[in-house]
Structure formats: C-alpha cells, structure tokens
C-alpha cells in the first residue's frame, strides 16, 4: 500500500462548478500537507499548504485536513477553465528532507 | 533569476547508450531533488541531495547515479539505459528552513528504445 494515495482520475466538470479533490494517507507523522498544481508539460508548482490540521483558504481555493482520518481535501469554488490542470498532493515529515507524492487527479473544466 | 533550469528538454536514447541530465538553480538553496513522473505514478524520487557534497538514494535509484557538482548544480546520469527507464525526468530544489516548497525545473522527457 501506499503511503499517500490519490485518485487519478480524470475528473472534468462544467465550469463554475465546485470542484473536490482528495487524498489519504497511513503515516500519521506527516506534518506538513501540500498541494501542486501541473500545467500540462510543465513543472508542478505549489499551491497551497497546511502544516498540521485545520483548513486554510486562498481565493477560491480551500484546502483542509483531518488527521484523525488521515484524510486531506482541495476545493475549488467558481472553477475556470485555467484551473484545468493536474493537481497533486505532497506530504512531509517536519525535519525530514523528502516529499512523498500522491498519483496526481487531472482536472478538466469545460466552458 | 532563472529559477530552476534542466537540460536537455527532450532526449531519446537506444537500450545501452548513457546519458546525463543536468540541473542548475540560482536560488541559493541547499537541497536538490531528482524525480521521475510515470503515468498513474505521481512523481518519485530517485536521489537527492541535502547539501553540497552529499547525496542520498530516494524510492527508485537503481540505474541511476548523480552528482552534485557545486551548489547550484546536480546532475543525474544514466550509465546504461533501459527502456524501464522512459520518463519525464523533474529536478528541484528547497530552500533550507523552509519545509514544505520544493521548486522544480520544467523536465527532461527521455525516451529510452
């Protein structure tokens, strides 16, 4: 198993729609919990991070994590067709140097 | 500031022949990073290097080697290719203290026949 697992989809939805992404996780020391964005043909990018529990919002753009279920979401309200990208999540142990990576969800929104 | 820079952005490569893929970052960071990005696979890491003369395996090592040739750079070599090895090849790099950003070049894709 895994250590983070993401549904890779595709997910395409209509745009304005709200859109949903999530990972699990068994390590419960990560501590810190990202979210990279990928253009197509292109590095991933950070979007979003949350150390340790809670939620965090940037714009249209929620992230939150439940450690008690190791379970970590992205929600993207209004969704635009400049979202459409693959969106992946990261997770670290505080103080270690690695990163470990979900598959990756790729995300369409239709006009 | 240029970021992170990879070269070559497209290679293909016959079974046997190697190769190195080189990395350079002008942000002074510490860390540095080699990845491999398969279909379905999310992206793992292959080596990396935690400073300046050190380097450390990652999930999937074998067949590759790196060096880190000096701060900015860090180069990953293939002595034999295989075509196991056909990827989309990502180098980053981390600013020491700060945990949770890594920045990452725009990618080699490699095809190995």
């Known amino acids: 198993q895994k250590e983070v697992e993401q549904d890779p989809g595709p997910l395409s939805v209509p745009e304005g729609a709200i859109v949903s992404l999530n990972c699990t996780y068994s390590?419960?020391?990560?501590?810190?919990f990202m979210w990279y964005r990928q253009y197509s043909r292109k590095g991933p990018e950070l979007l979003m991070y949350t150390y340790s529990s809670g939620n965090k919002e940037d714009g249209r753009f929620t992230a939150q994590v439940d450690k008690s279920s190791k379970y970590i979401s992205l929600f993207i309200r209004d969704s635009q067709p400049s979202d459409s990208a693959t969106y992946l999540c990261a997770m670290k142990v505080q103080g270690a140097q690695k990163l470990v990576f979900g598959q990756g969800t790729r995300l369409t929104i239709n006009p | 500031n240029a970021g992170v820079t990879q070269t070559p952005k497209f290679q293909v490569l016959k079974t046997g022949q190697s190769m190195t893929l080189q990395c350079a970052q002008d942000?002074?960071?510490?860390?540095m990073y080699w990845y491999r990005q398969d279909p379905g696979m999310g992206l793992r890491l292959i080596y990396y290097s935690a400073s300046e003369g050190t380097t450390d395996k990652g999930e999937v090592p074998n067949g590759y080697n790196v060096s880190r040739l000096n701060k900015r750079e860090f180069s990953l070599r293939l002595e034999s290719a295989a075509p196991s090895q056909t990827s989309v090849y990502f180098c980053a790099s981390r600013k020491q203290g700060v945990d949770y950003e890594q920045y990452f070049g725009p990618g080699t894709r490699l095809t190995v026949t």
């Open positions: 942000m002074n960071h510490n860390s």
């Open positions: 390590n419960s020391a990560f501590q810190y």
